[in-house]
């Protein structure tokens, strides 16, 4: 038996709005002529292929994106992304419905069951592992950066055919800003250093050694008075991860960067104002990583950009949950979000309506570089590639 | 401990009436399966320090099982005994600290793909014992009001804009319309519809003049100095590294005592609400506009009021917030234009709960010192608008008049 059999219903339905209100907003097509697996196409475009992703740890819902009240929140991937993109309007989530462990659930393409709130590695492989091993990669070429110190372990696996080593180098862009600061006075950087939005204080940031921040500023070549000093300028968490891919992408050049944004999880805190504030944020900094893509010449021109949520929020009327501040209830509208690809080769105004799961990101990023993630419960996604 | 070896002993550290109620259905709690047993004990413990429709709900629900033969219990525990729980649950004091066990129960049935069945059997049980056992209709329409203080800013957000779907739109309100008004009404409802903790007022501000003994109040601003330890506590386990989940534990035990409850309200039932409140509601410490939101939705949920009042004050910004939860604060600095949205969506809220209890109910928010307000009830004409020049005391005359 399906267990999610009743929410199939509210899921499609939810696919449809999406649908709708983007046929009209945009004129996008349908993708079922054109989803056709190429692998011809597939092929051809590995050679030099990155791709960067971008999650939003935090997941929205449509009445505050897609549906029409919530249009003026995201005026770039309404009119830049999904014009010259794919949009997939029906992503599932079958995971358990936390950041951390949602996160690693996309990272390894299973539903990860480990405790949320535990420092634990992914169970099943990373798509880093994947990546650098099926492909010969070194270590430099895969990155995650990610907002909260909980992500600290996501990089790579405990599996047994992979490990310590293996995986992505993670940047937690405030765990470097703690240790930066001038005699560890967080004064002027309280914004930047919450950590966990579920909790109502942040968490002291784990250690980072002297030793390991001028490595880390070095890599970047980044002085880690400067880095405190631009840090002082940024309004969010968010700013301050996308400003350290920045220097990763231009230093570094990773042809697999993740990037988890985690503004959006203000909403725990019940102010829907600054709930929105952080969707207009994540949805500009898609934007500004978007340009960053197209003024690096590592990747302007062969580079696929994946967007997706990890999850939805509870709806208004469920009425274990309290709306838009949780993601609790387990309901339809806190497992169904969406997907936005573009970039290199991928189709442009053209809508996906069947449904996909986050698990299937993982083996399209397979088919994407040519690495076969063999413990990936997900399926190839073909209208990306 | 296996179900059916539990026994009167377990229960001799609930306080005295929670005691009591297990003590008496033991035989009963023999036969209830592990996914469920715990979460009712988990309601049992605190019954002392309910309101009367929760002592209400919990006396239902052991009437409607001691009512069941052993097939037809069996029967209606089956999707919950039909759940697979691990052995580490198993071990656990869900006599002792059933909310623990809740949490960890939770956890397991995310991690093992079993909260959707565990949501509907919920569900099922619910609708079968309200059915066969149903709480006694409201004596009178419920009267839910919020308030968007006049100290927040009117800005361009085009406000009441979920609400007004649902009910008539009035643009000319008079903005010399007052506050107290509204707390009037409240005591008159009070005097005609007496009930222990049936009417309420939520206030994001100071706690207004009440009739204290008939009129349940709760007020961010007296709150003060309990949300100031509560602050200190969760800075103090957050220093130790201990975790988020070890935080909200400890915050759910707090004691109203040991964060000075008993100089905002000598009122047991009252104290532990406003505890709960705070210490199980996120942002709730911090935010005004929050704290109202969630205690009126916990009001709703817990209490079934007659009437409720729900006014939202100004709430601080964000880097204010920041400074406060990291003891630096030193003056807290407003954020009028955000607080509007907030609170226009906090009064959405509080009329989608509204709308989740038996019976009917009407409905006004109403933005003070402004001419905005919307009104629901059974007889006006939903996503209408009226521009007739009003005071609050016409629209409340007008929904009233189709209780």
């Known amino acids: 038996m399906d267990p999610f059999g009743t929410h199939r219903g509210i899921e499609h339905a939810i696919s449809w709005n999406r649908r709708e209100f ?32 971008v999650t939003f740890g935090g997941g929205t819902r449509d ?55 535990a420092a634990v590695a992914p169970d099943n492989p990373t798509v880093f592992e994947y990546f650098r091993k099926g492909l010969g990669r070194p270590a430099s070429d895969a990155w995650v950066v990610a907002p909260s110190n909980g992500f600290g372990l996501i990089g790579e696996s405990s599996h047994y055919s992979y490990g310590p080593g293996q995986g992505a180098g993670v940047i937690l862009p405030k765990r470097l800003l703690a240790a930066a600061m001038p005699a560890n006075n967080s004064s002027g950087y309280d914004h930047l250093l919450r950590d966990n939005y579920e909790s109502p204080v942040y968490a002291p940031a784990l250690g980072v050694s002297d030793e390991q921040l001028h490595q880390m500023a070095q890599m970047l070549k980044l002085s880690v008075a400067d880095f405190a000093a631009h840090a002082r300028s ?5 700013e301050l991860s996308v400003y350290v891919a920045r220097q990763l992408m231009h230093q570094l050049a990773p042809s697999l960067l993740w990037i988890t944004l985690h503004d959006i999880d203000v909403a725990h805190a019940g102010t829907y104002s600054l709930y929105i504030d952080a969707i207009q944020r994540s949805d500009r900094l898609c934007g500004e990583i978007w340009q960053m893509i197209q003024s690096e010449p590592e990747y302007a021109g062969k580079t696929t950009m994946f967007i997706l949520p990890d999850f939805g929020r509870d709806s208004d009327t469920a009425s274990g949950g309290n709306g838009f501040q949780h993601h609790r209830t387990g309901d339809a509208f806190s497992r169904t979000t969406w997907m936005m690809v573009r970039g290199a080769g991928v189709r442009e105004n053209v809508l996906v309506d069947r449904p996909v799961e986050s698990t299937d990101l993982v083996p399209t990023l397979g088919s994407l570089f040519g690495f076969s993630p063999d413990f990936s419960h997900g399926k190839v996604l073909p209208e990306v590639l | 401990m296996p179900i059916q070896q539990v026994q009167a002993e377990q229960f001799q550290s609930y306080p005295p009436q929670a005691k009591q109620i297990a003590t008496s259905h033991i035989g009963l709690l023999q036969q209830l399966p592990l996914a469920f047993l715990p979460l009712l004990l988990r309601e049992v413990i605190v019954y002392d320090w309910k309101f009367p429709a929760e002592r209400d709900e919990i006396d239902r629900q052991f009437r409607y099982l001691e009512s069941l033969t052993a097939v037809q219990l069996s029967s209606a525990m089956s999707s919950f005994a039909k759940l697979k729980l691990s052995p580490e649950l198993e071990s656990m004091d869900w006599t002792g600290a059933p909310s623990r066990f809740s949490e960890k129960l939770s956890a397991n049935l995310w991690a093992t793909h079993q909260i959707d069945d565990f949501s509907n059997a919920a569900e099922e049980y619910i609708r079968a014992f309200n059915t066969a056992v149903p709480a006694a209709a409201a004596p009178v329409s419920r009267l839910g009001i919020a308030v968007i203080a006049q100290e927040i800013s009117q800005t361009n957000y085009r406000l009441f804009r979920k609400l007004r779907p649902h ?45 204290k003994n008939q009129i349940a109040s709760v007020a961010y601003g007296s709150l003060q100095p309990v949300r100031k330890a509560l602050i200190r506590k969760m800075q103090q386990v957050s220093a130790s590294q201990a975790g988020v989940e070890v935080l909200r534990t400890r915050l759910a035990e707090t004691d109203p005592s040991e964060v000075g409850m008993k100089h905002v309200t000598d009122d047991p039932v009252l104290s532990r609400f406003a505890i709960s409140v705070l210490t199980e509601g996120a942002g709730t410490q911090i935010y005004s506009t929050t704290f109202v939101q969630w205690a009126a939705r916990e009001a709703l949920r817990r209490a079934r009021p007659l009437t409720i009042v729900a006014r939202f004050a100004p709430r601080q910004t964000e880097e ?7 003891g630096i604060q030193q003056r807290a600095v407003l954020d009028p234009a955000g607080s509007l949205v907030d609170a226009d969506m906090g009064a959405y809220y509080t009329w989608i709960n509204l709308q989740r209890l038996p019976g009917d109910s009407s409905f006004v928010a109403w933005f003070e010192g402004h001419n905005e307000a919307v009104a629901i009830a059974p007889s006006l004409v939903p996503g209408t608008a009226s521009h007739d020049n009003v005071n609050l005391a016409e629209i409340l005359r007008r929904i009233q008049s189709t209780s």
């Open chain 2, 167 to 211: 009910g008539v739109y009035f643009d000319h309100v008079d903005p010399k319309s007052s506050y107290e008004l509204l707390l009037e009404t409240v005591a008159a409802r009070t005097q005609a519809h007496p009930a222990p903790y049936g009417h309420w007022c939520i206030d994001g501000g100071e706690q207004p003049a009440l009739q």
């Open chain 1, 63 to 117: 009445e505050e994106t897609f549906m029409p009240d919530g249009q003026e929140n995201i005026p770039h991937l309404l009119k830049d992304f999904i014009p010259q993109g794919t949009f997939f309007t029906q992503v599932v989530n079958r995971g358990i419905l936390g950041h951390y462990v949602a996160t690693a659930s996309l990272v390894t393409g299973v539903y990860e069951t480990f405790n949320n709130f």
């Open chain 2, 320 to 326: 204010s917030a920041d400074e406060e939860l990291s």
């Open chain 1, 22 to 53: 983007l046929r009209t907003a945009t004129g996008a097509t349908a993708a079922a002529m054109l989803s056709a697996f190429s692998p011809l196409r597939a092929m051809a475009m590995r050679k030099g292929q990155k791709a960067v992703v």
């Open chain 1, 234 to 238: 940024l309004r969010s968490p968010d």
